[in-house]
Protein backbone atom coordinates (compact mmCIF):
# COMPACT_ATOMS: atom_id res chain seq x y z
CA UNK A 1 0.00 0.00 0.00
CA UNK A 2 1.35 3.65 -0.97
CA UNK A 3 0.65 7.24 0.13
CA UNK A 4 1.77 10.09 -0.90
CA UNK A 5 3.79 12.22 2.07
CA UNK A 6 6.43 14.41 1.94
CA UNK A 7 9.86 12.55 3.52
CA UNK A 8 10.94 15.41 5.97
CA UNK A 9 7.22 15.57 7.08
CA UNK A 10 6.60 11.76 7.50
CA UNK A 11 10.24 11.98 9.69
CA UNK A 12 8.72 14.54 11.72
CA UNK A 13 5.50 12.90 12.37
CA UNK A 14 6.91 9.75 13.62
CA UNK A 15 8.80 12.07 16.68
CA UNK A 16 5.28 12.79 17.64
CA UNK A 17 4.13 9.30 17.33
CA UNK A 18 7.26 7.30 18.96
CA UNK A 19 6.77 5.09 22.43
CA UNK A 20 9.17 3.83 24.59
CA UNK A 21 8.34 0.16 25.32
CA UNK A 22 9.60 0.04 28.90
CA UNK A 23 6.75 2.37 30.52
CA UNK A 24 5.32 -0.36 32.49
CA UNK A 25 4.12 -3.93 31.93
CA UNK A 26 1.39 -4.74 29.18
CA UNK A 27 -1.70 -6.72 29.42
CA UNK A 28 -1.64 -10.16 27.77
CA UNK A 29 -3.49 -9.71 25.12
CA UNK A 30 -1.10 -9.82 21.62
CA UNK A 31 -1.29 -8.26 18.13
CA UNK A 32 -1.43 -10.04 15.06
CA UNK A 33 0.35 -8.66 12.20
CA UNK A 34 -2.49 -8.14 10.31
CA UNK A 35 -3.78 -5.97 12.73
CA UNK A 36 -0.53 -4.36 12.99
CA UNK A 37 -0.12 -3.51 9.28
CA UNK A 38 -3.89 -2.31 9.46
CA UNK A 39 -2.93 0.18 12.37
CA UNK A 40 0.36 2.14 10.66
CA UNK A 41 -1.80 2.09 7.00
CA UNK A 42 -4.58 3.41 8.49
CA UNK A 43 -2.15 6.28 10.82
CA UNK A 44 -0.41 7.20 7.22
CA UNK A 45 -3.43 7.41 5.32
CA UNK A 46 -5.35 9.75 8.21
CA UNK A 47 -2.01 11.95 8.40
CA UNK A 48 -1.84 12.33 4.36
CA UNK A 49 -5.70 13.13 4.46
CA UNK A 50 -5.14 15.68 6.92
CA UNK A 51 -1.70 17.08 5.70
CA UNK A 52 -3.89 17.84 2.07
CA UNK A 53 -7.27 19.09 3.70
CA UNK A 54 -7.40 22.93 3.61
CA UNK A 55 -7.09 25.31 6.14
CA UNK A 56 -4.27 26.56 7.90
CA UNK A 57 -2.27 24.47 10.19
CA UNK A 58 -3.22 25.91 13.03
CA UNK A 59 -7.06 24.71 12.36
CA UNK A 60 -5.66 20.71 11.97
CA UNK A 61 -3.95 20.69 15.66
CA UNK A 62 -7.50 19.29 17.18
CA UNK A 63 -7.27 16.56 14.41
CA UNK A 64 -3.97 15.65 15.01
CA UNK A 65 -4.86 15.26 18.43
CA UNK A 66 -7.89 12.91 18.09
CA UNK A 67 -5.58 10.76 15.53
CA UNK A 68 -2.67 10.43 18.33
CA UNK A 69 -5.63 9.79 20.70
CA UNK A 70 -7.22 7.33 18.76
CA UNK A 71 -3.48 5.45 17.46
CA UNK A 72 -1.45 6.06 20.38
CA UNK A 73 -1.44 6.01 24.22
CA UNK A 74 -0.47 9.17 25.05
CA UNK A 75 0.03 8.40 28.67
CA UNK A 76 2.88 6.19 27.69
CA UNK A 77 4.38 8.54 25.45
CA UNK A 78 4.49 11.36 26.94
CA UNK A 79 5.82 9.13 29.98
CA UNK A 80 8.42 7.89 27.84
CA UNK A 81 9.23 11.24 26.28
CA UNK A 82 9.50 12.40 30.35
CA UNK A 83 11.75 9.74 31.00
CA UNK A 84 13.52 9.16 34.62
CA UNK A 85 11.72 12.45 35.81
CA UNK A 86 8.74 10.79 35.03
CA UNK A 87 9.09 8.36 38.00
CA UNK A 88 8.62 11.80 40.52
CA UNK A 89 5.80 12.90 39.29
CA UNK A 90 2.37 12.87 41.36
CA UNK A 91 -1.14 11.98 39.82
CA UNK A 92 -1.92 15.40 39.46
CA UNK A 93 1.40 16.57 37.72
CA UNK A 94 1.09 13.44 35.59
CA UNK A 95 -2.14 14.63 34.00
CA UNK A 96 -1.36 18.15 33.75
CA UNK A 97 2.20 17.04 31.61
CA UNK A 98 -0.05 14.55 29.69
CA UNK A 99 -2.39 17.37 28.60
CA UNK A 100 0.44 20.15 28.05
CA UNK A 101 2.12 17.16 26.02
CA UNK A 102 -0.51 15.86 23.58
CA UNK A 103 -1.04 20.05 23.23
CA UNK A 104 2.62 20.44 22.44
CA UNK A 105 2.94 17.93 19.74
CA UNK A 106 -0.31 19.28 18.01
CA UNK A 107 1.56 22.48 17.72
CA UNK A 108 4.38 21.06 16.60
CA UNK A 109 3.90 19.17 14.09
CA UNK A 110 0.75 20.79 12.25
CA UNK A 111 2.51 23.81 11.94
CA UNK A 112 5.07 21.85 9.46
CA UNK A 113 1.80 20.57 7.68
CA UNK A 114 2.81 23.29 4.86
CA UNK A 115 6.08 21.61 3.95
CA UNK A 116 4.10 19.08 2.12
CA UNK A 117 5.03 18.00 -1.65
CA UNK A 118 3.84 14.61 -2.33
CA UNK A 119 6.75 11.91 -1.81
CA UNK A 120 5.18 8.21 -1.14
CA UNK A 121 5.15 5.50 1.65
CA UNK A 122 5.16 2.03 1.04
CA UNK A 123 4.26 -0.49 3.57
CA UNK A 124 6.40 -3.57 3.01
CA UNK A 125 5.30 -5.73 6.13
CA UNK A 126 4.65 -6.74 9.19
CA UNK A 127 6.72 -9.30 11.68
CA UNK A 128 5.90 -11.06 15.22
CA UNK A 129 8.86 -10.62 17.62
CA UNK A 130 6.68 -11.92 20.43
CA UNK A 131 6.85 -10.06 23.91
CA UNK A 132 8.11 -7.09 21.84
CA UNK A 133 5.56 -7.00 19.78
CA UNK A 134 4.71 -6.75 15.97
CA UNK A 135 7.30 -4.35 13.92
CA UNK A 136 5.58 -3.50 10.44
CA UNK A 137 8.49 -2.45 7.40
CA UNK A 138 7.51 0.27 6.14
CA UNK A 139 9.42 2.77 3.30
CA UNK A 140 9.11 6.73 2.39
CA UNK A 141 10.57 7.22 -1.14
CA UNK A 142 11.78 11.24 -1.78
CA UNK A 143 12.68 11.10 -5.87
CA UNK A 144 14.91 8.01 -5.44
CA UNK A 145 15.99 8.51 -1.66
CA UNK A 146 14.55 5.43 0.43
CA UNK A 147 14.12 6.02 4.09
CA UNK A 148 13.46 2.66 5.97
CA UNK A 149 10.83 3.14 8.64
CA UNK A 150 10.03 0.31 11.77
CA UNK A 151 6.54 0.67 13.59
CA UNK A 152 6.21 -1.24 16.73
CA UNK A 153 2.71 -2.06 17.43
CA UNK A 154 1.73 -3.80 20.99
CA UNK A 155 -1.45 -3.91 22.99
CA UNK A 156 -2.88 -1.54 25.51
CA UNK A 157 -3.70 -2.39 28.48
CA UNK A 158 -7.34 -2.90 26.89
CA UNK A 159 -6.11 -5.51 24.47
CA UNK A 160 -6.17 -2.86 21.26
CA UNK A 161 -3.25 -2.34 19.02
CA UNK A 162 -1.38 0.74 19.77
CA UNK A 163 1.82 2.22 17.93
CA UNK A 164 4.76 2.16 20.95
CA UNK A 165 7.79 2.64 19.18
CA UNK A 166 9.04 4.20 15.69
CA UNK A 167 12.26 3.88 14.74
CA UNK A 168 13.54 6.30 11.24
CA UNK A 169 17.23 4.34 9.94
CA UNK A 170 17.42 3.12 13.20
CA UNK A 171 17.12 5.80 15.39
CA UNK A 172 13.87 5.67 17.80
CA UNK A 173 12.44 8.99 17.53
CA UNK A 174 11.13 8.94 21.63
CA UNK A 175 15.74 9.01 22.12
CA UNK A 176 15.70 12.58 20.86
CA UNK A 177 12.73 13.80 22.45
CA UNK A 178 13.32 12.81 25.88
CA UNK A 179 17.15 14.43 25.47
CA UNK A 180 15.42 17.10 24.79
CA UNK A 181 13.21 17.57 28.06
CA UNK A 182 15.91 16.34 29.82
CA UNK A 183 17.82 19.07 29.54
CA UNK A 184 15.05 21.22 29.94
CA UNK A 185 14.32 20.26 33.14
CA UNK A 186 17.93 20.00 34.37
CA UNK A 187 18.35 23.60 32.98
CA UNK A 188 15.19 24.67 35.10
CA UNK A 189 17.02 22.81 37.90
CA UNK A 190 15.17 19.73 37.99
CA UNK A 191 11.68 21.34 38.59
CA UNK A 192 8.55 19.50 36.18
CA UNK A 193 6.09 21.93 36.99
CA UNK A 194 8.04 24.86 35.87
CA UNK A 195 8.84 22.43 32.86
CA UNK A 196 5.34 21.67 32.31
CA UNK A 197 4.27 25.27 31.76
CA UNK A 198 7.45 26.15 29.58
CA UNK A 199 6.36 23.45 27.51
CA UNK A 200 2.79 25.01 27.40
CA UNK A 201 4.44 28.29 25.78
CA UNK A 202 6.35 26.39 22.98
Known sequence: MR????????????????????????????????????????????????????GS??????????????????RQVAGAALGR????TSPAQRDRYVIAYQDYVARVYTSRFSQYSGETISINGAQDFGRKGVVVD??????GQVINIKWQVRDNRNGKPKINDIIV??????SSQQA?????IQDLDGDVDAFITRLQTL
Open 169 to 174: EGLSMI
Open 138 to 143: SSVDSG
Open 85 to 88: YARG
Open 3 to 54: FALKRRNFITFTGAFALSAVMGAHSAFAVTTSEARALVENVALQLLTLVKQP
Open 57 to 74: PQSKTGQLKSIMSQNVDM
Open 180 to 184: EFTQM
